[in-house]
């Protein structure tokens, strides 16, 4: 965990988030500090309200801690304004929520294009990497569907091809899973494992799932905002 | 600072969200064309019923430009006359850009029947050179119009005729002082009667033949003014000038000096249409405004999870204007259309003699013809247009300043 910082996409130093005042004050998550390396296949797991969902919002820059500090492929997030942020969610994160993932008004591969888009990519360019990606999520044929007229599933995946589109450091998953099926579920763990080996991007996703847990190559597990185990396990 | 590719996005946005909802956006379209629609239709009735008035000012023998002697327009008495230069004036004008010229003396005198006598203006014309500029050249009349300018007969008003109790046929005594300060006295035969828009007019003024008024007065071939009609009201500076040229020694001015009153009233509508402007801009960018929020709050989970996503704050708000920019321009086509039409429906004119009464004190005629003016048209819409964008930026900053996450925890 000490090691080079060149090698972590992501530290957190003794980052505290609290929610409330006084006698209500919630620590969600409580003086954690950790590092992920580059390449990770990382799952946040533990029970309901354990800050699962807390952390991952610090490390996407959606949220500002309490106190402590948080490095994103070597950059201070803390130390960033509104506008810079917005900046580092576009070039570095990847976001998959675990519903209402997509815009609703645009189609499967204007939904992937959009983020490619907002960094300036031209359209030409736009366009084919988002119907390679499409293909290679497994929806080909699907392109031009809007959301609603998406599967569950099928909507999870526009979001995991749109998460990875322009080659983010870091893909965070908030439960990417929690309203499919187990079978679809399966499938989408598959790919972003897939997915994971074949483009070297980190991933870190929470999960209540056993079996979503089991794919993953480290386990983190949250209670009370605090880590209470972190280890590796061989991966499958 | 917005580049080609997010302008693209944002339009592709903008353009699916305002189809979206399309009930609303119909209704916001159609309150937006409302305001439009009103705010020209009005204009252009506004302006009918001022033009008319200014134009029955002129056409009440003050026509767009007048010649007088320097000191006639203080003292219009007999002996500030002028030589006619009418020719010289109509060589000094470009071809077309006047209708005609007439020459007239204009003095105060004092009309008397058997039975009563009152203070009028003695006009004398030569008929021939007033058709076209003046009522009395075209003004219904029973008897007969004044025929040359050596007409013997006079020419009343039918008020004035009542006022004196007399009538078509019957003689009057006409007095005025000649130019050597003299009482000047004749008797008329009315040999015609006429009827003019306003009543005032029927009780100001009598007519008679130039060259009679002229033997008269004493004046020779002197007359009061030259009146000069050009083909509308703003082209009278312009001939104002080229008149001032040919005869730099005589007093020449523009129907806004010579009928201060209708210019003055012109002015006001101006400010006062403006004011009505505002007021229906503010009316419909208040519902505007509403509309943007209701629609911002329904869909404040995609403000959150495009922000997530790295749209930038400034981006959000470039969004929601250009909502807005499409529900106004699609309301403005609708308005200036509706207006457009409103005009030519009513263009054969609109009736007012029910209201007439009133009216016609301030020189409106009975009819009205609405007209569309390309100033009021555009200040009508880029008052809608700018007023309502600038409204609108403040949903936007809201929109873009909602927490991303608890937008995002927004249920649908
Ligand atoms: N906006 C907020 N205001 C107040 N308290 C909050 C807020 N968000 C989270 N919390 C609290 O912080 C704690 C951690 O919440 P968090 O959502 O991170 O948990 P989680 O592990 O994701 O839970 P779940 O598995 O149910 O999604 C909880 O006690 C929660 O009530
Ligand atoms: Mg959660």
Do not use: M
């Given at each position: 965990m000490t090691a080079d910082s060149g090698a972590m996409i992501v530290t957190l130093r003794h980052v505290t988030r609290e929610y409330g005042a006084a006698p209500n004050l919630v620590r969600a998550v409580d003086d954690i500090s950790l590092s992920v390396e580059r390449g990770g296949f990382v799952s946040l797991f533990g029970p309901s309200g354990s800050g699962k969902s807390t952390l991952l919002n610090l490390i996407g820059a959606l949220d500002r801690p309490t106190n402590g500090e948080i490095e994103l492929d070597g950059q201070r997030l803390d130390l960033l304004s509104r506008d810079e942020l917005a900046q580092i969610r576009l070039n570095k994160i990847g976001f998959i929520f675990q519903a209402y993932n997509l815009v609703p008004v645009l189609s499967a591969v204007e939904n992937v294009e959009f983020v490619m888009q907002l960094g300036g990519v031209p359209q030409g360019q736009c366009r084919s990497r988002a119907m390679e990606l499409l293909a290679e999520v497994g929806l080909a044929g699907l392109e031009h569907r809007r959301p609603g007229e998406l599967s569950g599933g099928q909507q999870q995946r526009v979001a995991v091809a749109r998460a990875i589109v322009d080659n983010p450091a870091l893909v965070l998953a908030d439960e990417p899973t929690a309203n499919l099926d187990s079978a679809s579920a399966h499938n989408l763990l598959e790919l972003m494992r897939d997915l994971n080996r074949s483009h070297g991007v980190t991933f870190i996703f929470s999960t209540h799932d056993k079996l979503v847990m089991e794919s993953a190559r480290r386990l983190i597990e949250l209670k009370d905002g605090k880590i209470i185990s972190d280890s590796c396990q061989a991966s499958h | 600072m917005i580049d080609a590719q997010s302008w693209l996005v944002l339009w592709k946005l903008a353009s699916r969200n305002v189809a979206r909802n399309r009930r609303r956006t119909a209704l916001t379209t159609l309150a937006v064309g409302l305001g439009v629609w009103t705010s020209v239709a009005l204009a252009a009735f506004a302006r009918g019923i001022s033009g008319e008035m200014a134009d029955n000012a002129i056409y009440d023998?003050?026509?767009?430009v007048q010649v007088h002697h320097p000191d006639y327009p203080q003292d219009p008495v007999v002996s500030n006359s002028i030589p006619d230069s009418s020719a010289k004036i109509m060589q000094a004008l470009p071809p077309g850009v006047v209708l005609g010229s007439a020459a007239r003396v204009r003095v105060p005198a004092v009309v008397r029947s058997e039975k009563k006598a009152t203070g009028v203006t003695l006009v004398g014309i030569d008929p021939d050179a007033e058709h076209g500029l003046s009522?009395?050249?075209d003004g219904v009349i029973?008897?007969?119009?004044?025929?040359?300018?050596?007409?013997q007969g006079i020419v009343i008003g039918q008020k004035l005729a009542e006022h004196l109790q007399t009538a078509l046929g019957r003689r009057v005594v006409v007095m005025s002082q000649d130019v050597n300060g003299k009482l000047a006295e004749r008797g008329f035969r009315i040999t015609g009667i006429f009827d003019a828009e306003l009543e005032a007019t029927e009780k100001a003024f009598i007519f008679c033949g130039r060259g009679t008024a002229q033997q008269l007065l004493g004046l020779g071939a002197q007359i009061s003014e030259i009146s000069i009609v050009g083909q509308n009201r703003d082209g009278a500076d312009a001939i104002v000038n080229a008149v001032q040229a040919a005869v730099p020694e005589a007093a020449v001015r523009s129907w806004r000096k010579a009928a201060p009153f209708a210019d003055a009233l012109l002015r006001v509508q101006n400010a006062f249409l403006k004011f009505w402007f505002l007021i229906v801009v503010i009316a419909v960018s208040f519902g505007l405004i509403n509309t943007i929020f209701m629609s911002i709050f329904e869909r404040a989970r995609e403000f959150g999870l495009i922000q997530s996503l790295g749209m930038r704050p400034h981006n959000v708000i470039v969004q929601v204007a250009l909502e807005a920019f499409l529900v106004l321009l699609g309301g403005m086509v609708i308005g200036n259309c509706g207006a457009w039409l409103t005009v030519r429906a009513l263009s054969g004119g609109v009736d007012l003699s029910r209201f007439a009464r009133g009216m016609e004190m301030m020189g409106v005629s009975r009819v009205v013809y609405p007209t569309i003016l390309a100033r009021d048209i555009i200040t009508a819409n880029l008052f809608v247009l700018v007023l309502c964008l600038l409204g609108s930026l403040y949903p936007a900053w809201k929109a873009s300043r909602l927490p991303i996450l608890e937008a995002l925890h927004r249920t649908h």
């Open positions: - | 023998l003050t026509g767009h009522f009395i050249g029973s008897g007969r119009p004044i025929e040359g300018p050596d007409d």
